[in-house]
């Protein structure tokens, strides 16, 4: 019902920034996009997948995993169908696979999203 597409990504020097998208696609029998909540996970190579960043449908509340608060903020465009991320003082250590989801409850799109992008790969070089 949801397709994601991420963009965006590619190599940084450590200390630079970089900005992610991900486009929306909802059916049209699907609930709106704004009704959505939207995050990002990551995927570095040897590490489990982690949560990152999400923001809610209604409220705009954003959730943030520690290890990027006062680095990386997440934004959305719900005319646009279409989530960013904002990474800025990037390090070697978040170097993966970042991948847009979504689910229509807030707490399930930082858990269990029902919806995935292919991802897209940052790479932070040292």
């Known amino acids: 019902q949801v397709q994601l597409v991420e963009s965006g990504g590619g190599l940084v020097q450590a200390g630079g920034s970089l900005r992610l998208s991900c486009a929306a696609s909802?059916?049209?029998?699907?609930?709106?996009?704004?009704?959505?909540?939207m995050g990002w996970f990551r995927h570095a190579p040897g590490k489990e997948r982690e949560f990152v960043i999400a923001i809610s449908g209604s409220s705009g509340r954003i959730d943030y995993a520690d290890s990027v608060k006062g680095r990386f903020t997440i934004s959305r465009d719900n005319a646009k169908k279409t989530v960013y991320l904002q990474m800025n003082s990037l390090k070697p250590e978040d170097t993966a696979v970042y991948y847009c989801a979504a689910d229509l409850s807030p707490s399930g799109v930082a858990q269990r999203p029902t919806y995935w992008g292919q991802g897209t790969q940052v790479t932070v070089s040292s």
């Open positions: 909802v059916r049209t029998f699907s609930a709106p996009f704004s009704a959505y909540a």
